[in-house]
Antibody
């Protein structure tokens, strides 16, 4: 059974960066198409970026271009999402999710990131 | 980026009702649509993929249809546990995009 285990909640000041981790259990990270989705309080789901297997590249949401970076450590089967130049509008729950058998059918439990001075 | 517009934004319904949610895409996305359910303080859960394929374990009262630019999610015989927010998502092209969500409330 594939599980995605996310890192704990973070509190950051405006202008700082945050790095959220997502460890894959039960599969190999390089075999998976992983995405990151966030949800601000009371708002909808926002796709941030992910791996496009057809073009073998990472794609980022235009709105977050230049601020978000997705990386992986294959030794520990862990994916990372780093978001820089944080503002209060980045306060949200951040999820990692994978297309395992269908579409975004496995999700991490989410990591709450709070940006506050 | 492809825009997805859901309607309505919210609706009130009673247990046993049949409800339909529409998702319109800004361009042809063939059948590359998934539908998600999210309950408060919970992780989203995929219900439908490829516009009409039921995810394993999802009750058959959920169904999806459509192709091209217009898609629908239908819940036939609403149950108490179905009160939630529903999102469509397109995976035809990157960046992937979600609709803004439809909240299904108890009347």
């Amino acid at each position: 059974q594939v599980q995605l285990i996310q890192s704990g909640a973070e509190v950051k000041k405006p202008g700082a960066s945050v790095k959220v981790s997502c460890k894959v259990s039960g599969n190999t990270l390089t075999d998976l198409s992983m995405h990151w989705v966030r949800q601000a309080p009371g708002k909808g789901l926002e796709w941030m970026g992910g791996f496009d297997p057809f073009h073998n590249e990472k794609i980022y949401a235009e709105k977050l271009q230049g601020r978000v970076t997705l990386t992986e450590d294959t030794n520990t089967e862990t994916a990372f999402m780093e978001l820089s130049s944080l503002t209060s509008e980045d306060t949200a729950i951040y999820y990692c999710t994978i297309d395992l058998f269908t579409v975004m059918d496995v999700w991490g439990k989410g990591t709450t990131v709070t940006v506050s001075s | 980026a492809i825009q997805l517009t859901q309607s309505p934004s919210s609706l009130s319904a009673s247990v046993g009702d049949t409800v339909t949610i529409t998702c319109r895409a800004s361009q042809d996305i063939t059948s590359a649509v998934a539908w998600f359910q999210q309950k408060p303080r919970n992780v989203p859960k995929v219900l439908i993929y490829d516009a009409s394929r039921l995810e394993s374990g999802v009750p058959s009262r959920f169904s999806g249809s459509g192709s091209g630019t217009e898609f629908t999610l239908t819940i036939s015989g609403l149950q108490p546990e179905d009160f939630a927010t529903y999102y469509c998502q397109q995976f035809k092209t990157y960046p992937r995009t979600f609709g803004q969500g439809t909240e299904v409330e108890i009347k």
